[in-house]
């Protein structure tokens, strides 16, 4: 099946510092999906991002498809934005399910 | 809007116990996912419903069944509880799966519940 590496595994910030997290993918996709998952366990939907760049407030991702990679940017970054990121991927292989990376575990501190 | 409702949020069973857990979606979304989610991994898929009436196999379905009980609701069910299945499990809706054109495989996720076999 479709393998999905997401790096650096951890991550510790200063607040203030910017930062960038990295998923790469084996196969072709045609859905990916980057989550935050706050310290309470709840999966908040951060982008929908196929292809192309897209920007909420702080953060913002890239997909390259062509390339099978996506980054997320964070600016700015602060003690709420701690917890883990994951991205996630749905290719025609995978029979349209999605599949999860590792995650990034992220820090901010004060 | 509600969006996906899981309960119960906490459950402690005892092995060879069964239980149902419930989810619900108030997104008038086709599509529905169970996962469960290990200590320190992602998710991966138990069971899935691509429409109303129709259930299938994720990565890691054994031990589980499933209900499509109507648009809203899809239940997972441990017939005899084991340690294994010891971890938090998370449902999730898309508006229709296979719809990708127009976004429609964006996945939205519950709460979870948090599920400890002894």
């Known amino acids: 099946g479709i393998q999905v590496e997401q790096s650096p595994p951890d991550l510790i910030l200063q607040e203030g510092a910017n930062s960038t997290l990295r998923c790469n993918f084996s196969?072709?996709?045609?859905?990916l999906q980057w989550f935050h998952q706050n310290p309470w366990g709840q999966l908040i939907n951060l982008f929908y991002?196929?292809?192309g760049t897209k920007q909420n407030g702080r953060l913002s991702a890239t997909t390259v498809a062509t390339e099978r990679y996506s980054l997320l940017y964070i600016s700015s970054s602060q003690t709420t934005d701690s917890g883990v990121y994951f991205c996630?991927?749905?290719?025609?292989?995978?029979?349209?399910?999605?599949?999860f990376g590792g995650g990034t575990r992220v820090l901010v501190k004060p | 809007n509600a969006g996906v409702t899981q309960t119960p949020k906490f459950q402690v069973l005892k092995t060879g116990q069964s239980m149902t857990l419930q989810c619900a979606q108030d997104?008038?979304?086709?599509?529905m996912y169970w996962y469960r989610q290990d200590p320190g991994m992602g998710l991966r898929l138990i069971y899935y419903?691509?429409?109303?009436?129709?259930?299938d196999k994720g990565e890691v379905p054994n031990g589980y069944n499933v209900s499509r009980l109507n648009k809203r609701e899809f239940s997972l069910r441990l017939e005899s509880a084991a340690p294994s299945q010891t971890s938090v499990y998370f449902c999730?809706?898309?508006?229709?799966?296979?719809?990708?054109?127009?976004?429609?495989?964006?996945?939205?996720f519950g709460p979870g519940t948090r599920l400890t076999v002894l």
């Open positions: 996630a991927v749905e290719s025609w292989a995978a029979g349209n399910k999605l599949t």
């Open positions: 997104m008038n979304h086709n599509s």
């Open positions: 991002i196929p292809s």
């Open positions: 999730a809706s898309s508006v229709g799966w296979g719809l990708a054109a127009i976004g429609g495989n964006e996945q939205f």
């Open positions: 196969d072709s996709v045609n859905n």
């Open positions: 419903s691509a429409s109303e009436g129709t259930t």
